[in-house]
């Protein structure tokens, strides 16, 4: 992961090898075993929004992560161009590694245009700066840790909100599963909107199958967990800054058969809602060392 601003931004910097074609880079020193998905679906989308050139900003991206990235070497994205109509384009992305596919990436783009707008309200949640930074849960939880989450991690500022259930109300199984964060870029990025596109992207993979385990008083970072992103969409609604703080409103309808489904909505500050994100992911319970 990139441990700053600058490298976050190198990193979705996709070299173009050829027509359609792009080399993806890898972040330094990174501890991590695979590539995180993340930073697959943001790189893809560095790479499919080079090939629109007419106006059309990305809307929706749908992916499949398929196999387990290889953080030693690059990653090829392919980019096919779908369609390209007045008001539409689409694309396909396949990132390759190894000579396998390890992830498909289907996006739609489309050149502005007015027409009916409503949107949900955002719920009453402490600002970012009444929650609690990540880097400081982080020290809470595990001391150890901290310099690794500084290095994996500080690209992005991060502050935790929680479930804001109440943990005595006798209600609270039948209400919502609900965790809430903010977040944005550690640093001010360039002004160009499609990397606050492709910034958001790489970060929304962060969080969401943690709050398919919220049920389960289980940790993401957990050794009794197995986790793998599976699928993953977003839409986007609005215009934002990937700079400026986001609130990820996720929630979790359903777990069953090892896998969580949690979807968010994304709101600025102000209330606007800009972001739709869904992602399916694998949640299997690990096995204990005598039933191996």
């Known amino acids: 992961m990139p441990a700053s601003v600058n490298e976050l931004v190198d990193l979705l910097d996709v070299e173009q090898l050829e027509v359609n074609l792009f080399r993806g880079g890898q972040p330094q020193n990174s501890r991590l075993k695979r590539v995180f998905g993340g930073q697959v679906a943001g790189q893809a989308v560095s790479a499919a929004q080079r090939t629109v050139t007419d106006g059309k900003q990305l809307h929706s991206l749908h992916v499949y992560f398929i196999l387990g990235g290889d953080p030693s070497i690059p990653i090829i994205y392919d980019v096919e161009s779908v369609r390209d109509g007045r008001s539409f384009a ?100 360039p002004d160009d ?41 977003v839409w986007f609604h609005r215009p934002f800054r990937a700079d400026e703080w986001l609130l990820y409103d996720q929630t979790s309808p359903s777990a069953s058969g090892a896998r969580g489904l949690s979807t968010a909505k994304v709101y600025k500050q102000d209330g606007t809602l800009v972001a739709t994100v869904a992602q399916e992911g694998i949640i299997r319970p690990a096995k204990r060392p005598e039933d191996r």
Not at 159 to 174: A, C, H, K, M, N
Not at 182 to 189: D, G, N, P, V
Not at 199 to 227: C, E, M, N, R
Request: glycine residues 8%; aromatic residues 12%.
């Open 90 to 189: 689409t694309r396909r992305v396949s990132a390759r590694q190894h000579g396998e596919v390890i992830f498909y990436m289907t996006a739609s783009f489309q050149k502005d245009e007015g027409g009916w707008d409503h949107q949900d309200v955002l719920p009453p949640t402490p600002g970012p700066d009444e929650a609690t930074s990540m880097l400081d849960l982080v020290q809470f939880i595990s001391p150890d840790g901290t310099e690794q989450w500084k290095q994996e991690w500080g690209g992005f500022d991060m502050r935790y909100v929680g479930d804001p259930r109440p943990e005595d109300d006798p209600s609270r199984q039948f209400q919502p599963v609900v965790q809430r964060m903010w977040f944005r870029a550690a640093e001010r990025l």
């Open 193 to 233: 909107p499609q990397l606050h596109r492709a910034a958001f992207t790489y970060y929304s993979d962060f969080s969401l199958l943690g709050a398919a385990l919220v049920p389960h008083g289980v940790l993401i970072s957990s050794p009794k967990v197995q986790p793998a992103s599976l699928d993953h969409v």
